[in-house]
Nanobody, 117 residues
Framework: QVQLVESGGGLVQPGGSLRLSCVVSGTSFSFRQMGWYRQGPGKKQRELVA????????NYADSVKGRFTISRDNVKKTMYLQMNSLKPDDTAVYYC??????????WGQGTQVTVSS
């Protein structure tokens, strides 16, 4: 019943910025954890980019600290990932992810981010 829809991906030059959005529907906006994962070309697993846990600090991958910012709007039921100073290594499919209060996992369909000259 939970549905996650990402948007905001695209092609950007190194040093540019993008903002990804994830709209959550079908449930309340209360989760154990919500965040963003990505899977780069040639990689077999998705890696955690940033997450907001119900308890504790916001988490960022070391590779994006200082460049990416995760946030949420509880009224719009939307999660965001602001990506600045983008690098070619940031090229990946980015996935919205939530763990609900019943410990069920939900994924968006993904949005492509390509950083290239």
């Amino acid at each position: 019943q939970v549905q996650l829809v990402e948007s905001g991906g695209g092609l950007v030059q190194p040093g540019g910025s993008l903002r990804l959005s994830c709209v959550v529907s079908g449930t309340s906006f209360s989760f154990r954890q919500m965040g963003w994962y990505r899977q780069g070309p040639g990689k077999k697993q998705r890696e955690l980019v940033a997450s907001i846990p119900s308890v504790g600090n916001i988490n960022y991958a070391d590779s994006v600290k200082g460049r990416f910012t995760i946030s949420r709007d509880n009224v719009k039921k939307t999660m965001y990932l602001q990506m600045n100073s983008l690098k070619p290594d940031d090229t990946a499919v980015y996935y919205c992810h939530v763990i609900d209060t019943r410990f069920e996992n939900f994924w968006g369909q993904g949005t492509q981010v390509t950083v290239s000259s």
